[in-house]
């Protein structure tokens, strides 16, 4: 499968996005696709060969799993290179627009078990929910 990109634009600085993208204390906040789910634990090492371990659970517990992987490459306010459990790899852009308009572009491997649009949504539904969060705070 092709690789799937995804982008959003956000009305802060860049330093802001940067912070609520990689701050564990903020990615329990959004990092889900919507409200009937929750993140109720994350674990980030952001460097070059560091993990992470974001747990996503459904609110009425009948589902959850760990989002776990390693750190590829790590460029502050410029980019994230990340690899998953699985192997798939990820990129995550940052794009300074000006001042206050940050642009974050997210580009991953999709899961060959799952249909490609089913992931686009879901993974936009959950940057959809930072730039809420980081806009609304």
């Known amino acids: 499968m092709e690789p799937i990109t995804i982008d959003i634009t956000i009305l802060k600085p860049i330093t802001k996005v940067w912070e609520f993208f990689t701050d564990p204390e903020h990615i329990t906040q959004w990092n889900f696709a919507n409200d009937t789910w929750t993140c109720p634990k994350a674990e980030n090492d952001l460097q070059i060969g560091g993990a992470f371990n974001y747990r996503m659970e459904a609110k009425d517990e009948s589902f959850g799993f ?8 790590v460029a502050p306010f410029e980019k994230i290179k990340y690899h998953l459990e699985d192997g798939r790899k990820v990129k995550v852009l940052f794009e300074r627009i000006d001042e206050t308009t940050t642009k974050v572009t997210e ?7 799952q249909p490609a649009e089913m992931q686009r949504e879901g993974w936009y539904a959950i940057l959809d929910n930072f730039h809420k969060h980081v806009e609304n705070n």
């Open 66 to 73: 760990d989002f776990k992987g390693n750190y590829d490459e």
């Open 107 to 113: 580009i991953f491997e999709p899961d060959t078990q």
